[in-house]
Nanobody, 122 residues
Framework: QVQLVESGGGLVHPGGSLRLSCAAS????????MNWYRQAPEKERELVAT????????TYADSVSGRFTITRDNDKNMVYLQMNSLKPEDTAVYFC???????????????WGQGTQVTVYS
């Protein structure tokens, strides 16, 4: 059974930092690219960052490029999102997720964890 458990969210002032973690289990973690998404109130879920299976390539949404860094540890089945210079518009629930191919191979699995809340307030 695929499980994705996010943690590390919290309350922070603008300009502050947080490091999100995602513990993955139930699949061969090192075979799949991983992603971080976020969803703000009354907005659609947004792709924030991606990392390839081996960790050698990353991509970022324009809104977070230069401030956020995605990394992974394939020995620990973990993916991380280091968030610096946080802004109020970064306030959202953050979710990690595996590449689409995993869900195509594992239909019926629960795709999303509970997420972790990040709130940036003045």
């Amino acid at each position: 059974q695929v499980q994705l458990v996010e943690s590390g969210g919290g309350l922070v002032h603008p300009g502050g930092s947080l490091r999100l973690s995602c513990a993955a289990s139930g699949f061969t973690f090192g075979f799949y690219g991983m992603n971080w998404y976020r969803q703000a109130p009354e907005k659609e879920r947004e792709l924030v960052a991606t990392i390839t299976a081996g960790g050698g390539r990353t991509t970022y949404a324009d809104s977070v490029s230069g401030r956020f860094t995605i990394t992974r540890d394939n020995d620990k089945n973990m993916v991380y999102l280091q968030m610096n210079s946080l802004k109020p518009e970064d306030t959202a629930v953050y979710f990690c997720n595996a590449d689409e191919i995993l869900w195509q191979l594992r239909p019926g699995e629960k795709r999303w964890g509970q997420g972790t809340q990040v709130t940036v307030y003045s």
